[in-house]
């Protein structure tokens, strides 16, 4: 993270911190929110870990692209998986096709 790499990954940790608490606890006229993103995020507080963005919230939940509950919205279609494959000309294959 350029934050951590330049010195104000706390800073910007707890402005994040602070955005998601305003946006998501305090608010009246919310009930359910999603966030998404690509990168695996701690939601626990750990010596190891320290401080997590989400601490102050509650009711959380990850979901992966390995959670079985979510496979009809996470990667690619077998049409959308050959389309790819022929733009590069290679071919589908058995083995892709188990992968």
Request: aromatic share 12%; with cysteine; glycine share 4%.
């Amino acid at each position: 993270m350029e934050a951590h790499t330049q010195g104000f990954y706390d800073e910007l940790r707890n402005s994040l911190a602070s955005m998601l608490h305003t946006s998501l606890k305090t608010s009246n006229d919310l009930q359910y929110a999603m966030l998404t993103g690509i990168q695996r995020v701690a939601k626990e507080n750990t010596p190891q870990a320290g401080f997590s963005l989400f601490s102050d919230l509650n009711n959380l939940s990850v979901c992966t692209v390995n959670d079985s509950r979510y496979t009809q919205y996470f990667g690619f279609t077998e049409d959308e998986v050959k389309a790819a494959l022929q733009t590069y000309d290679i071919p589908f294959t058995q083995e892709l096709k188990q992968m």
